[in-house]
């Protein structure tokens, strides 16, 4: 455990600060797509966000379909009428063969399944057209190319009955319809591009909401750190969501962020965090957008500063705040 360098000078006021980022945090901090969002500036804006649930959302939408491809096989009624369709326009075959009888149902199976799949593939092809549209129109609208938030992957399907072989790198294999696939020529390929797993779960894990208020600190003056595990006095480390120092305000904050209501239980494990660590104040941000008196009155009376409706606030307002805050 290392001590955490917020600024050059260090507070006077406070002890040094000892801990460490969690392997998770360093590590999704240095995914392209992740750095990209950071480096936007506007992860705590309403298109941002809309624009990361949508392509998110068709993105899982997708993974589905892929799922559904390699699932799927004829329904029993599609085979019937099939096969009465194929008897009809067929009188010479000798349905006592079994042989030929098996050979029909076959071909008429093979047949069944691309259509069905092929069906899909068209599906899966709209979806990613789609989520490439709307991530183009996000960089049309403000200028940030989000490009690198997406993954291009390849899926190979067999061309005898459209079932996939491989995904990613081209493999070698055996089609369940028996074709053995030896070469990527010999597949139909369906181009993907889908938002990367990353990325799917920084936003998920409301971490977006956490680097978003990070930033905001950062430009009202404050050196800051996202996620560290921070040693307590007592000899506990918490998780912070982000640990602000400021120079010329000569303070130490500690901070929480929630993608929901608070209740007075969050406050005072908050207070509790505040005062383990050591720090002036506290600042909870919520993109909840009502805030109940009781909580009001917890966080006035521990020194803990609530800013509400975080999801497309009015960033300079509160970075002006931010700038003139020194509650003690
Ligand atoms: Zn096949």
Not at 35 to 41: F, R
Not at 222 to 250: Q, R
Not at 264 to 274: E, H, L, P, R
Request: proline content about 1%; charged content about 25%; glycine content about 8%.
């Amino acid at each position: 455990m290392g001590k955490i360098t917020l600024n050059k000078i260090g507070l006077k006021q406070w002890p040094d600060l000892f801990g460490e980022k969690t392997r998770s945090r360093t590590s999704i901090e240095s995914v392209v797509g992740i750095k990209v969002l950071l480096m936007s500036g506007k992860l705590l804006t309403i298109e941002l966000n809309k624009l990361l649930s949508t392509v998110i959302s068709t993105s899982t939408e997708v993974e589905n379909l892929i799922i559904k491809a390699k699932s799927q096989n004829p329904v029993a009624d599609d085979i019937k009428s099939e096969l009465k369709t194929y008897i009809k326009l067929h009188p010479e075959i000798d349905l006592r063969n079994s042989k030929v009888v098996d050979e029909i149902i076959g071909n008429i199976l093979t047949e069944l399944m691309q259509k069905m799949k092929s069906g899909v593939y068209t599906e899966i092809d709209k979806q990613c057209v789609s989520i490439v549209d709307s991530i183009e129109d996000y960089r049309l609208a403000t200028g940030v190319d989000l490009s690198s938030i997406l993954n291009k992957d390849t899926i190979h399907c067999c061309v005898k009955c459209g079932q996939i072989v491989s995904r990613g790198a081209f493999r070698t294999s055996k089609c369940i319809c028996g074709n053995i696939v030896n070469s990527s020529r010999d597949t139909s390929k369906v181009n993907i591009e889908i938002v990367d797993e990353n990325v799917k779960f920084f936003f998920q894990q409301n971490e977006w909401l956490e680097y978003g208020v990070e930033t905001l600190l950062a430009k009202a003056g404050y050196d800051t750190e996202c996620g560290a595990l921070v040693l307590g006095m007592s000899g506990v480390k918490h998780e912070i969501d982000v640990l602000g120092e400021n120079i010329g305000l000569n303070n130490r904050v500690v901070v929480e962020c929630k993608n929901k209501g608070i209740g007075i239980d969050d406050m005072f494990k908050m207070y509790g965090k505040m005062s383990d660590i050591g720090c002036n104040y506290g600042l909870m941000f919520t993109t909840s957008r009502s805030i109940h008196r009781d909580v009001q009155k917890i966080a006035k009376a521990k020194n803990i500063k609530i800013y509400s409706g975080i999801l497309g606030c009015d960033e300079k307002g509160i970075i002006d705040d931010l700038r003139q805050e020194n509650i003690i």
